[in-house]
DNA sequence: CTGAAAGCGCTTACAG
DNA sequence: CTGAAAGCGCTTACAG
């Protein structure tokens, strides 16, 4: 595997300029040290610190990896070689030896605006933070179906890639999930099957209730939901919590009151559209997601229905800039970014074998705003 | 470097119990296809293939890496003893013996909302797509100051984590991007110094003509700017088209006319405030993106301006869901998809050699929608 | 066209 | 407490 890879041998590659030449041209910035070392760095291995130190290559790499079993004073004097020859270990060669990679992927859904998702995003930013703290990096990954079917997730491990998976997004109709049990993967906010597989998700029982209680403390009865993917465990857990919600204050449940959102602005919207149609005395929507809310208050706001005032509207992530719209949404808050902190954590901990079953639940709470109120009276 | 791991040399891995327990348990869903092998999977080398080909470990490879010297017979043979044995070449071997580790990086700047950015996310769709069908993986990283100060972008290439960097959101003001030129690296959307970086960025100036072309054929002269980062070269391309074409049109450009939004939401509200103020008159705005001239919108109607009766407003990027904003906003078309595809295109051209300098420009056009109309009449 | 051997740069028992 | 040696799983000249 040199210059030519697969499908690419045509193109002899010419390797006579390279960096060296732009790096040439006049600059005119800031640069941070180095003397302008122009030329590409000779790589400075283990050995070559074993010999300037006058230890064995053993040795420089207990250092490196704080072996105690090394004494005070070669570690000192190993180290202080290190740092003045800027040696760096070549990770794919420690890898290669060791047990771990010290990679993390993270795998989301074969969205179309996946990468620029408030939901996912915040998550990751977590997760970003915490696998840089723990020291491990991060790939990440779109399974679309050809990339399932090629085999491309197990490859993953098999192949060396990374030591753990965080899956994003998905739900028990993904069935590559299963692919993933016997090695260390977490499914990130959502179940799969009783504890099949390892999970950390926001406890949305708990947000849900938040939701209603609110609305019929304000006096709502006629409660429409739009929800979504109902096949994922704790899309349900929502559905269930709101006509059991319901039920519990008396409230005959009607089937016309609920509606698919799919998780989108537009499906929201369309939701909204069907729900006010098939029920005028509707005073409140809980939804599924703030996107399906913001969605279905621009409809109803579009269609001569004031937002609070005739209909209040719940969503559920409290996504960012929500407190910007008009009116702000009321919503449940998920600890998205601790979300993918804790999935993080708990995936390291796994790889480790610190801990052999990760099933957590994160709380969360209402952030009441401007698109709720009290019931209108007629 | 065993289990254990800096600073964390306290608890022994308790290594008795890990996938294989949790995997015992009973489970209830689709199995894809393997009767169900439990134990973690005995890995196969190189070596188990070539003995069971009957070839060297040499052959193996060559077939793998579809090594044209390989006859057809022996090629297709060891196939399929790799296909029946399922084996999978170990990539950290594969990279440690060649030039290559198949990997790239994305850095995005330390913005507590990168990863949920729809900007950044349009991009690194591009770049993920395109990534995926050059047969490379993708690493990414946030700067943080902690991040640069510790030289972990150098780290990138010397410890081998990858064979080149995209970096995105960042201008001449990041010094540390110069500590990166003497290795395969392309800036998105920037430039820096005159050429000393490689880099692919959309047609900032294309864009700016557009938008006043169309603002001036409507009719406005009174025409205000929002900008932001005026350090960023591409940015700056915006500022001088702006005032260029003003004065071409016979306009007298006013300082009290530009206002810094940072980018965002809340900075573009508050620069509408600061340029109403300023100037009654203004009849049109000039937002440098679509999250500013968003939060100018806002600004607007909350503050009894009608947009766009009294005031046009143009944005620039064209992120998802503006044909929804009310009034949808009229603005440039920034080709970030592409702009991620060709960037990662380029980076690995450059990877391999087959190109020393990347320097492209990629054009824009004008998405006409409701937040522009002629200019009033007073 | 194919194989034996050296080497990539580390870690890890095993001696001492 | 430290070193010599084997090994991780590949690729790549070098022979033949």
Not at 113 to 141: M, N, T, V
Not at 263 to 278: K, M
Not at 336 to 343: C, D
Request: with cysteine; charged share 25%; glycine share 8%.
């Amino acid at each position: 595997m040199t210059a030519k890879l697969k499908g690419e041998t045509r193109e002899p590659p010419d390797i006579t300029r390279t960096a060296v030449t732009a790096a040439a041209e006049p600059i005119q910035v800031n640069f941070n040290s180095l003397p302008a070392e122009e030329n590409p760095p000779e790589r400075i291995s283990i050995r070559d610190v074993a010999k300037q130190a006058g230890v064995s290559i053993a040795t420089v790499s207990m250092v490196v990896n704080q072996n105690p079993r090394i004494s005070r004073g070669t570690h000192v004097r190993v180290q202080r070689v290190i740092d003045s020859m800027g040696y760096r270990p070549n990770r794919l060669a420690q890898s290669l030896s060791s047990r771990y990679t010290q990679v993390l992927a993270v795998i989301l859904p074969p969205l179309r605006h996946a990468f620029a998702d408030a939901y996912f995003g915040e998550i990751l930013s977590g997760i970003s933070d915490r696998a840089g703290k723990l020291g491990h990096k991060l790939l990440i990954e779109q399974a679309k179906p050809q990339y399932i079917k090629e085999g491309k997730h197990i490859e993953l491990y098999e192949r060396r890639f990374v030591d753990g998976v965080l899956c994003l997004g998905f739900n028990e109709k993904h069935g590559f999930l299963s692919d993933l049990r016997q090695y260390p993967m977490i499914l990130v906010d959502n179940r799969f099957g009783e504890g099949v597989l390892d999970y950390v998700h926001c406890d949305y029982r708990m947000g849900a209730k938040q939701a209603m209680n609110c609305l019929l403390q304000l006096g709502h009865r006629n409660i429409g939901m739009i929800y979504a993917a109902p096949e994922s465990p704790t899309a349900r857990d929502v559905l269930e919590v709101y006509t059991t919600e319901l039920r519990n204050a008396g409230i005959e449940v009607k089937e016309s009151w609920m509606a698919d959102g799919c998780f989108t602005d537009e499906g929201g919207a369309a939701a909204a559209d069907l729900l006010t149609h098939r029920d005028k005395d509707l005073t409140a929507l809980l939804c599924g997601n703030d996107k399906m809310a913001l969605g279905a208050i621009r409809y109803l706001v579009e269609h001569g229905h004031k937002v609070p005032q005739d209909i209040s509207v719940v969503g559920f992530d409290d996504i960012q800039h929500l407190a910007y719209a008009n009116p702000s949404l009321t919503t449940v808050h998920l600890p998205l970014y601790e979300l993918g902190v804790a999935a993080c954590e708990r995936l390291v901990s796994r790889i480790r074998g610190k801990v052999d079953r990760v099933a957590e639940v994160l709380p969360t709470h209402l952030v009441l705003r401007e698109s709720t109120s009290i019931v209108r009276t007629r």
